[in-house]
């Protein structure tokens, strides 16, 4: 029997303790939906707090909040609906549709760079050179079609409007450039971030956590003067190094990374906008502090016919996942003027910008755009992956204190002689400083903790006899398992400090030795 | 001309200053969404966290995270696709569709309370006999037809996979039951939440953030014992009076709210489940919070044919708007086990709980639900609404500590001799010690003071002469415009303080006497 790898024992745990889990399995599932659980959704929405603490409160990035359901035009305006389209062919067997792409790559040992670069027609050649039948029949397939990739619906009770779900929260930002411009004063360059569901329409999605129908984008759009393009943070970050495959070494098949400071990157014209770099550069110190190390990390440019229809220079920031190998978790794309000059177009309103200048007086320009974007469900996912060790044969989630979904699990020794109700004393106490606690008092104190070890609980807290005589319990670290005593009274401020990470662990109290 | 109402002058300062707008203006505009500017943004987040403080984190709720876009039978086992509809008419002239009920309402001289109850075919002579014509042009009405206000969709490439965009949160968590109740081993009572976007297909609305297409919930499901109701908590809230108006009241015509505690309430049978009654009484406390008086808040109870089709007691929370007068803001029904015997029904998968009995030794029951379910968008525009006031003639947005968007504004008094350069010091620091702050410098100190005070910005914080001085700053309260001064190092822990409402605005620091 082949060993599980890490998503299977990941998803498995997931399933079971309520991290997450395939949608609708009571209808037998429905393919491209995740469900979040109580840890899970816990999980997800302190790295989305990281993430805003990281990348946007310091650089004065403005969050806003947009539709899902956009009307035709935005997306007709934006390209998507021209091109936001996937190859399919379908069995003339059995009929199941399949991405034609994804055949070749998985039957007919070509990559994604050599597919993508495929005309439809190619698409069908290839197929039948390469010999592919359907996976599920094993019959032939029709000619292939290209399947728009969008959710379609429609808005009100008139058939002819036609509405999408958004692929991306990024034009919710380009439609309402003006006002938030405006509000902002006419500030530039100007930060703008949305954090929300986005709906691509998947042709056969089979990847859990990592290719999904609904899932949550964070996506940076990050406007500037195109004259001035100067990144004032630079200096912050511009001797951090960065592991990169070019465009023209992946054409030469050159497969491992260069590495290069993010100064090197931009002086040899590899990065062409210094934002662009720096936000390269957050983003590597991001999955760095979610606990994926500098060499399980990367950025690997588009070639020019990879790239979306927008972008004149893009990577990705790829972490390795032990199932599926290099996987995408951040796009860094340079979409120059290309969404605003084609809403100006398709609106017919003015979306420039307005400087002053020495002469003239002032002039309007549009304003171009770096795009930071970020899959927030493959990031837990892969917080989830680097967190997963054993200890003893124990599974034990080293999630940092941070992101631990909950910070500590309340356990009376025993269910008697009163201890369980002075750790409910404990657990309120907690709970209304702010914590998020779990009570536990199920089973030997050894099997709680293993539980509370397996979902990555920082802490345990024990009340045991010595509790009733002298006020103190035992806290319990999950990666060391040593335990301190402290006084009941000192928990809150100990512990505040302790999530604040301004002390350790063995500053919560007197080591006890075992 | 008219004066004013508060909607109009909020929705005008909420456009210019970035709380909320109508979306894809530039595109002219699609009736029922809202965009959430940098202010709303904040506002909507800080409202959703507050809740998560007060009503779900004390009870152990557990809250989940499910999709969007949902599979047809879903949405068929829970009734929603044979019950989700709306009468509408379309006139013969302009071809314009309108809902017949709100056309009936206003223009008919007719309450909700009777248009709920007319047939489809009692509609079509209602407004023949009330002689109602289009509004747009003058001409008849076609007659009246069934109009699903789901958003409808295709999931994958077949054309005959059904997806709806969900009119409620609470399906997720119905189909979901089964993992969340054994991710909890069992637990009962059990509570789960989600807060997402939902979506109605809306025919026409016209309310700007009271009628949305897109709008978020948050619907708490709250599983029971249907054998044991008893709410432990319900000594917290009993003495609690709530207005309310009963069905038997509104049937014969009493449009005045009794006024009785919760306790009452329950004991005259009003109310028929005590943690019915238990999330009222939260409800209510909850809208105080966000400045609601008690006298502009009601409860008013759903007659038989205006509950929705899982309901059988329902109740509405209202709140009064200048606009709208009574509106809904939150919904509190008795669901009985409805949604999961239907959902046990059309999957066929066992969705019962289990308990120890004394004879048997255990029994297998349906747990019944009770819901409150709350709409965000509507509390963040009451919560506006009640914050407006006047003060010498000026706009002042009276948020509490806990919602104001932007903590403070920080102000160099003028824009010279180092003052800039200080300030931005300051202002940095309070970034980093995680505040959301402001930076203005435009204008003089009077009219950047009055900026704040229309955005609702608590405190400002105004670096001057002295400052280079004596290393203190004036700290401005916006609701007295008085001052204090203070020194810098000392502003984190007195802020952090303040924003914990544990010290008042005259402990920041040295009263200044003007």
Redesign the interface.
């Known amino acids: 029997m082949k060993p599980k790898d890490k998503y299977e024992i990941i998803s498995e745990m997931a ?4 991290y997450f ?1 395939p ?5 037998g599932g ?1 393919s ?11 999980l ?1 929405r302190r790295l989305e707090d990281k993430f805003r ?1 990281f990348y946007i ?2 650089l004065g990035i ?10 035709g ?2 997306l007709e305006a934006s390209g998507h609906v021209e091109s936001f389209k996937e190859p ?1 062919v379908e069995c003339l067997k059995c009929q199941h ?1 399949f991405r034609a792409d994804h055949l070749l790559q998985e039957f007919g040992e070509m990559s994604d760079t050599e597919t993508e670069k495929l005309t439809l027609q190619a698409v069908v050649e290839e197929i039948k050179n390469r010999n592919i039948h359907c996976p599920e029949c094993g019959g032939d397939f029709s000619k292939a079609e290209q ?1 728009m990739t969008m ?8 058939s002819d409007s036609v ?1 999408y ?1 958004r692929p991306e929260a990024a034009q ?1 930002i380009f ?2 450039f ?3 411009h ?4 006419g500030k530039l360059p100007l930060g ?1 971030v949305q954090i ?2 986005a ?1 691509r ?4 999605p089979r990847q859990g956590p990592v290719r999904l ?2 899932f949550t984008i964070i996506d940076i759009e990050f406007f500037l003067d195109p004259e001035n393009t100067k990144c004032e943070r630079l200096h912050e970050v511009e001797n951090d190094t960065l592991r990169l495959i070019t465009a023209e070494n992946k054409l030469n098949g050159v497969t491992e990374p260069i590495e290069v400071t993010v100064k090197e990157a931009l002086n040899k014209g590899i990065i062409k906008k210094e934002w662009q770099a720096y936000f390269m550069a957050l983003a590597k110190r991001f999955l760095v502090e979610l606990g994926v190390p500098e060499d399980k990390q990367r950025f690997i440019e588009k070639l020019e016919w990879e790239r979306a229809h927008y972008s004149v220079q893009g990577f990705d920031q790829e972490v390795y996942l032990e199932r599926w190998g290099w996987t995408e978790v951040s796009g860094h794309n340079y979409r120059t003027d290309y969404d605003l000059s084609r ?1 100006m177009k ?2 017919g ?1 003015d ?1 420039t910008a307005f400087k002053e200048t020495e002469n003239e007086g002032g002039k309007r320009f549009i304003p171009h755009v770096v795009e930071p974007s970020f899959g927030l469900d493959r990031l837990v996912y892969v917080a989830l992956e680097y967190a997963y060790t054993k200890k003893k044969k124990r599974t034990l989630l080293s999630l940092s204190r941070e992101l631990a979904p909950l910070q500590m699990g309340v356990f009376p020794l025993v269910s008697k002689d009163g201890l369980p109700e002075k750790a409910k004393e404990v657990y309120q106490m907690l ?2 400083e ?1 914590f ?1 606690v779990e009570w536990d008092e ?1 089973g030997s104190i050894g099997r709680r903790y293993a539980r509370a070890d397996e979902v990555g609980t920082p802490l345990g807290v024990t009340v045991d006899y010595q509790t009733l005589e002298d006020g103190t319990v035992t806290l319990r670290d999950r990666d060391t398992w040593k335990q301190v005593r402290s006084k009941i009274e000192n928990l809150p401020e100990l512990l505040h400090d302790y999530f604040r990470n301004k002390i350790d662990f063995e500053g919560l109290g007197q080591l006890v030795e075992r």
């Open positions: 399933k079971r303790r309520g889990w949608s609708y399995e009571i209808y429905v491209g939906f995740l469900t979040f659980g109580p840890l899970g959704s816990l997800k603490r409160r310091p403005l969050e806003i909040e947009t539709s899902i359901i956009m009307p035009k935005v399919t549709k399947f959710f379609t619906t429609t808005i009100g009770p008139y509405g779900g919710g439609v309402e003006k006002r938030i405006e509000s902002a004063r703008v929300g569901h709906l329409n998947e042709i056969s129908r609904e809403h398709f609106s309103v979306l709970i209304n702010g998020t199920s």
